[in-house]
């Protein structure tokens, strides 16, 4: 069993700084344009919110919830957006990429859909666990295989919260206690109960 459950894989100033360069170069690649970003639910609030803000251009905002379902893990729409895409300079936001099968569909259904054109904004891609080749065109950072926590990423709703993206070191814990890390994160939580 690992000394410390997980370890810091990128500080909050580095997503800040990093989401910021993502958000001037959205600015700069659709001006004169009003892109909509579609989120998709849930993980990637935390990025979408502070993606916008960073972005100084008009936009419009809608979701986009997506569940798996039957052998293979087939996909299909939980929640579909609000708005039509069609002729519309689409950009997906996700919270993670890794092996594209996902974006791939997402991206093949807005298009059919007839959006004018479709990128994509993530924050955190695993190359390493590809098995699509799917366009990236927004990047945040290029991660390993390791288990992420954070800034949106969860273990079964837990540490979407943190502002930093964290690796976890021993997952058999996790997956025993899914609170097991909550010592580690919330120290004010600790102090209260002494």
Known sequence: MADEPATLVVPADEIAARVSE????????????????????????PFLSDLVRAIDIPIEVDFLGLSRFGEGGRIRIALDTAESVEGRHVVIVED????????????????????????????????????VDVPIE?????VGDEYLIGYGLD???????????????DMERLVEDPAALHDQFY????????
Do not use: C
């Open 22 to 45: 993502l958000g001037a170069a959205l600015s700069r690649d659709y001006e004169g344009r009003r892109p909509l970003l579609v989120a998709v639910l849930v993980g990637s609030l």
């Open 138 to 142: 927004y990047r945040g950072f290029e």
């Open 187 to 194: 120290p004010t939580q600790v102090e209260r109960r002494h």
């Open 96 to 131: 993670i990429i890794d092996t594209g099968l996902t974006l791939t569909v997402l991206r093949r259904m807005l298009e059919e859909r007839g959006a004018a054109s479709v990128a994509t904004a993530t924050l955190v891609d695993k190359t390493r666990r590809r098995l």
């Open 155 to 169: 273990w079964k709703g837990h540490y979407r919260n943190l502002d930093s993206l964290w690796a976890v070191l």
